[in-house]
């Protein structure tokens, strides 16, 4: 069953790309506990943040009341996580193995 989920671990990211990253990061968990303190926990809204913080790419959808999304960051890799009615989750990293910064469902 491991080798089965394998292709959603995470490349390694450099350090320099990781730090650069890591600041979008800041802004966005800032973006994003705005909108959930707001109770505006919707796709096109979390969608609409991450471009304003300059993510163009992001993917974006809902999972059964939480909304995740991934995005490459500047330097290149992901910033992901999710946002839920309880709270704000926001990362950086790699791109999964099998392309991309949000797992396929």
């Known amino acids: 069953m491991a080798a089965n989920d394998r292709h959603r671990e995470r490349m390694p990211l450099e350090e320099a790309a ?13 973006s994003l506990e705005e909108l959930r303190s707001r109770g505006d926990v919707r796709v096109e809204a979390v969608e ?27 330097a290149g890799g992901c910033v992901f996580g999710e946002v839920t009615e309880g709270g704000v989750s ?16």
Not at 18 to 30: C, L, M, P
Not at 56 to 74: C, E, K, N, T, W
């Open 18 to 30: 990781e730090n650069t990253n890591s600041e979008i990061a800041k802004a966005v968990r800032g």
């Open 48 to 74: 609409e943040a991450l471009h304003a913080d300059g993510l163009v790419s992001a993917q974006v959808r809902d999972d059964y009341g939480r909304i995740l999304f991934g995005a490459s960051g500047p």
């Open 90 to 105: 926001v990362d950086v990293g790699g791109y999964i193995l099998d392309g991309g910064c949000l797992p396929a469902q």
